[in-house]
């Protein structure tokens, strides 16, 4: 599924994030332009689960929101192309040990402003 990321969530996203951090875990924090990519997807994907987000500053403690009493963490990457059956999501094995029960991956087409969904996994698989 692609989805045209709107202006005015980048520019909101952005906003938050002059004056703000999602990272306070001491490692792996992310850059700011890395914490905009991670921002911009879980604010679409949580619109596509009808989820408003709310902005907070620090760590979220390892889940972006609950559906259906499940915790859903969004992991979202930039790139510069669309996204390809045989590419790679990052995941950095310390976040397994936080409470969450499934990820949504996410990739970000720069050149073309599109978010694809690439698919879900829980975290016991």
């Avoid at 938050?16 to 992310?30: C, E, K, Q, V």
């Avoid at 990457?77 to 045989?86: A, F, G, H, T």
Wanted: charged share 25%.
């Amino acid at each position: 599924m692609k989805i045209f990321i709107p202006k005015k969530i980048k520019e909101t996203c952005w906003k938050f994030l002059s004056n703000h951090t999602l990272g306070n875990r001491g490692i792996a924090d992310g850059n700011k332009k890395e914490q905009f990519v991670g921002l911009v997807g879980e604010v679409l994907t949580k619109e596509i689960f009808g989820i408003k987000h709310k902005f907070e500053n620090g760590f979220d403690g390892g889940f972006d929101f609950k559906y259906q009493n499940k915790k859903i963490d969004v992991k979202t990457m930039s790139r510069i192309v669309d996204i390809k059956d045989y590419y790679v999501h990052n995941f950095i094995a310390f976040q397994q040990n936080y409470i969450c029960d499934a990820y949504i991956f996410n990739s970000i087409n720069k050149k073309t402003n599109e978010l694809t969904i690439c698919g879900w996994v829980t975290k016991k698989n």
